[in-house]
């Protein structure tokens, strides 16, 4: 969902303490806002907590907002703030400042062993099999949760990106802005995860 | 297969091409090899259906627990400032 009101009118009953205001950028946001949450921190409660201590930052932060970035853009970045935090205190893993780490490095996203064409370098020893189409009804449900767990297998910044970008469908300035990546890295990750999620479909459709 | 444009080089300029961000002579380069190529259209293809499924994942509404929750935080705070 999108916000069509005037953003400024928005900020002004924020800061006057509008319930409508507040309950209006809770439906058009709160449902990405947990899930890029849990794309952070892998756990439902702890998700809410960060969805919770993300909305107290933009309350409390509201009267401060200059406008230079959209209200939206602004809104994330204090989520993805809160999640980063909240996840590198959670887990022994790596922090994730280490986003570019994931761009890979031009390693390949498709099987190098596919490309041993004996006539053609470089091309298809066998061509991809087309998947089964239209996908039936039934196995709705299958595909569905065969790429969340796809996605819920990538690493953290691919995860992220593929969530903003194709899930919630985001254009890809938001996305750098939020994320603070280049586009061209931002592009990176979302084809890695791209290829991961069409490779485990690929698994299963054909 | 033609200009130097292999299958495996293909693969890894999907999302650039699909984004919009491949310079116009490599977007001919790209678009002469899908012509002729079976494997790449259908890998194409395959990227397009990823992105339009994986889209289907995409629910605006907030669970009703949960934005009762956010709002009585919202509440709370509204008191105390």
């Not at chain 1, 201590?53 to 994330?76: M, N, P, Q, Y």
């Not at chain 2, 289907?56 to 929750?69: N, S, Y």
Request: glycine share 6%; hydrophobic share 40%.
């Amino acid at each position: 969902m999108q916000l069509v009101q005037d953003e400024s009118a928005l900020v002004a009953a924020l800061r006057s303490g509008d319930e409508a205001a507040f309950a209006q950028l809770l439906d058009a946001y709160g449902g990405a806002m947990r899930r890029l949450a849990l794309g952070f921190v892998h756990n439902a409660a702890v998700a809410d907590e960060v969805v919770q201590e993300a909305w107290l930052g933009v309350l409390r932060g509201i009267g401060r907002f200059e406008g230079r970035s959209s209200l939206k853009t602004w809104i994330f970045r204090i989520l993805t703030n809160t999640a980063k935090t909240r996840a590198e205190r959670e887990s022994r893993s790596r922090p994730f400042s280490a986003f570019e780490e994931e761009t890979g490095g031009g390693e390949p996203t498709v099987d190098p062993e596919r490309f041993q064409n004996p006539i053609h370098p470089g091309g298809w020893t066998t061509f991809p099999e087309p998947w089964s189409a239209p996908e039936p009804q039934l196995l709705a449900r299958e595909t569905r949760s065969l790429i969340e767990s796809a996605i819920d297998a990538l690493p953290p910044a691919q995860r992220l990106v593929i969530s903003l970008c194709d899930v919630e469908g985001w254009p890809a300035e938001e996305v750098c802005n939020v994320l603070e990546l280049s586009e061209s890295n931002q592009r990176v990750l979302l084809h890695r995860a791209r290829a991961k999620v069409r490779a485990s479909l690929e698994d299963y459709l054909t | 297969m033609t200009d130097g444009l292999t299958c495996q080089e293909l693969v890894e300029l999907v999302t650039d091409y699909l984004e919009g961000a491949l310079p116009g002579a490599e977007v001919e380069r790209f678009e002469s090899h899908l012509a002729i190529c079976p494997g790449c259209s259908t890998y194409v293809d395959q990227l397009r259906e990823t992105i339009r499924l994986t889209g289907r994942l995409r629910e605006d509404d907030l669970e009703p627990a949960a934005r009762e929750t956010l709002l009585s935080q919202f509440r709370t705070w509204k008191q105390r400032s």
